[in-house]
């Protein structure tokens, strides 16, 4: 019993460490640096095939040829900044997995708390409308004077 339970630990343990692309021999870069800025960079830019993972942690073939055309990029001397804007004039920012705040993404991230408090606001005039309409008319004299005269008889008085 006690192996089974090893067995499962291990085995949850195993699962439990974090999953890195499998990056080949001959995707890696001889000068360590320029290596580890191509790992930075490749952690920034979203995989247009799994969209949820970097380029870095991703096995689909696109981010395989993305990281190469980084790896490529930093050879060529482009500093960091230029492989982003390089990616981003090509694919558009949706390539950044932390996109630049603009109006577009403002309206994207706000949008959804506007339309919140406009639903809250209407909410609330509909709720007051209501209350209003639920509270009773003021009565006329002359129906206060029939309504004193129906409780009378009600009461048994004449």
Known sequence: MSRRFVLAFLLALAMALPAHAAL???ELLDDP???????AIGKELRCLVC????????????????RQLVR???QAGDSDAEIRAFMVDRYGAFV????PVTTGTLLLWGG???????????????????RASATA????????????????????RP
């Open 24 to 26: 080949t021999s001959d």
């Open 33 to 39: 640096a320029l290596e580890a800025r191509a790992r």
């Open 51 to 66: 969209q949820n993972q970097s380029i870095d942690d991703s096995d689909a073939d696109l981010a395989r040829d993305l």
């Open 72 to 74: 490529e990029r930093l």
């Open 96 to 99: 950044l997995l932390k996109p």
């Open 112 to 130: 959804p708390f506007v339309v919140l408090a406009i639903g809250a606001g209407l909410l609330a005039v509909s709720l007051r409308r209501r």
């Open 137 to 156: 008319p003021a009565l006329t004299p002359d129906e206060e004077r029939r309504l004193a005269e129906l409780l009378d008889e009600g009461a048994g």
